[in-house]
């Protein structure tokens, strides 16, 4: 079995082989976190997802308890990991895929 650590790691060299390294990054205070897009490929995410026929879910997202769409504490919001359940559910599901 592989941490969460080392399953995220795999999860964004994957990505990183595929889109290359220049959307990961996402910095608060000082500190990068390496297994988050970055703030400009985040909110270029967040926009689409604000955006017609997606912002159904936007709202839903943004209401939530989770605080999936939001910074907290000095993190980074959740849906910015590369490795988040909610953003592959999210665009996996988001056409009404089964």
């Given at each position: 079995?592989?941490?969460?650590?080392?399953?995220?790691?795999?999860?964004?060299?994957?990505?990183?082989?595929?889109?290359?390294?220049?959307?990961?990054g996402?910095?608060?205070?000082?500190?990068?976190?390496?297994?988050?897009?970055?703030?400009?490929?985040?909110?270029?995410?967040i926009?689409?997802?604000?955006?017609?026929?997606?912002?159904?879910?936007?709202?839903?997202?943004?209401?939530?308890k989770?605080?999936?769409?939001?910074?907290?504490?000095?993190?980074?919001?959740?849906?910015?990991?590369?490795?988040?359940?909610?953003?592959?559910?999210?665009l996996?599901?988001?056409?009404?895929?089964?």
């Amino acid at each position: 079995m592989i941490s969460k650590n080392e399953f995220d790691c795999f999860i964004k060299k994957n990505l990183v082989d595929v889109i290359g390294n220049d959307c990961f990054g996402y910095e608060i205070e000082d500190k990068s976190y390496d297994i988050y897009y970055n703030k400009e490929a985040y909110n270029k995410f967040i926009s689409k997802m604000q955006n017609g026929k997606y912002n159904k879910f936007y709202n839903q997202y943004n209401r939530g308890k989770g605080s999936e769409l939001k910074e907290k504490r000095n993190m980074p919001p959740k849906m910015a990991s590369v490795a988040s359940s909610s953003r592959f559910c999210y665009l996996a599901l988001r056409d009404g895929y089964k």
